[in-house]
T-cell receptor, first 112, second 114 residues
């Protein structure tokens, strides 16, 4: 069974204090690893898809990286508006695997 | 350019009643997914549908739950004879293909069962 574990569960940062969120995964074969952002009372918002070990993607202050066992979401000089829950999900390879398996998320709070 | 629209946003039902949750995908999207988010739990896959077809319902409870995506109109997630354990946030997502290149989620329906 596919599994995704995110750590830490919650993280408080001061504005400008860089850090990383971790996503460890177990999957029979990886089609893709996804990062989403979720604000309170809203649905997840897509950030990145990573497909193979060594791949990196960036968007503004966020950078996602992937190894064979885990992914990191690096946040550089965060701002209060980066406060949200960050979700990691995996999709297994194989012809009929359509579902995403999500972790429980990391609640990020950035204080001004 | 409207996103994924879900209604109602909040739904209160008494035990034993039926709940109907609606989802209109983004324009041009023919693939719809339903996920459930329980308190303190991650999002859990329920079902994947294309127009008039259920492709994967492996995450749906065997009883009381059903889903459809008719040729015309929104996708419907139906829960019969609700119980307190059904209380959760139900999210719909849509995409242009079946392999989740990029899912667009709605804002969800919060179901509360009294």
């Amino acid at each position: 069974e596919d599994q995704v574990t995110q750590s830490p569960e919650a993280l408080r940062l001061q504005e400008g204090e860089s850090s990383s969120l971790n996503c460890s995964y177990t999957v029979s074969g990886l089609r893709g690893l996804f990062w989403y952002r979720q604000d309170p009372g809203k649905g997840p918002e897509f950030l990145f898809t990573l497909y193979s070990a060594g791949e990196e993607k960036e968007k503004e202050r966020l950078k996602a990286t992937l190894t064979k066992k885990e992914s990191f979401l690096h946040i550089t000089a965060p701002k209060p508006e980066d406060s949200a829950t960050y979700l990691c999900a995996v999709q297994a390879s194989g012809g009929s695997n359509y579902k995403l398996t999500f972790g429980k998320g990391t609640l990020l709070t950035v204080n001004p | 350019n409207a996103g994924v629209m879900q209604n109602p946003r909040h739904l209160v039902r008494r035990r034993g009643q039926e709940a109907r949750l609606r989802c209109s995908p983004m324009k041009g999207h023919s693939h719809v997914y339903w996920y459930r988010q329980l308190p303190e739990e991650g999002l859990k896959f329920m079902v994947y549908l294309q127009k008039e077809n259920i492709i994967d319902e492996s995450g749906m409870p065997k009883e009381r739950f059903s889903a459809e995506f008719p040729k015309e109109g929104p996708s419907i997630l139906r829960i019969q004879q609700v119980v307190r354990g059904d209380s959760a946030a139900y999210f719909c997502a849509s995409s242009t293909s079946g392999f989740n290149e990029k899912l667009f989620f709605g804002s969800g329906t919060q179901l509360s069962v009294l």
